[in-house]
């Protein structure tokens, strides 16, 4: 089983920076890919950022060059750096992983078919 936690959301105003954490130990698998996902409330989940297992990255056009998606898989943990928030960003972030193919590339990830979930943290961007 694999069990993802979310950390470090929170309320700051817009222009200021937010570091996500997600924690997950080890996930059994040879090969997977990882994502960052957020919704707002009476909205589609959408995904934000995606890590393929051949290491590349993709990102929704919302928020590149602002957020910059990362892993370190030997801590077992995946980061979300956001910058230049804006009002727009206020979601629930939800950290997720997938395990079946495909899971090469970070667009693998976008779709929202993952496998396993983390219960989200909040980020609330004030103008």
């Known amino acids: 089983q694999v069990h993802l936690v979310e950390s470090g959301g929170g309320s700051i105003s817009a222009g200021g920076s937010l570091r996500l954490s997600c924690d997950y130990g080890?996930?059994?698998?040879?090969?997977?890919?990882m994502a960052w996902f957020r919704q707002v409330p009476g909205s589609e989940r959408e995904g934000v950022a995606g890590f393929g297992a051949d290491d590349s990255t993709t990102y929704a056009d919302s928020v590149k060059g602002r957020f910059t998606i990362s892993q370190n898989k030997q801590q077992g943990t995946l980061y979300l750096q956001m910058v230049n928030l804006v009002p727009e960003d206020t979601a629930m972030y939800y950290c997720?992983?997938?395990?079946?193919?495909?899971?090469?590339?970070?667009?693998?990830?976008?779709?929202?078919?993952?496998?396993?979930w983390g219960k989200g943290t909040r980020v609330t961007i004030s103008s």
């Open positions: 080890r996930i059994p698998y040879s090969a997977y890919c």
């Open positions: 997720a992983a997938r395990v079946r193919p495909p899971f090469v590339t970070g667009g693998d990830c976008m779709s929202g078919d993952m496998d396993y």
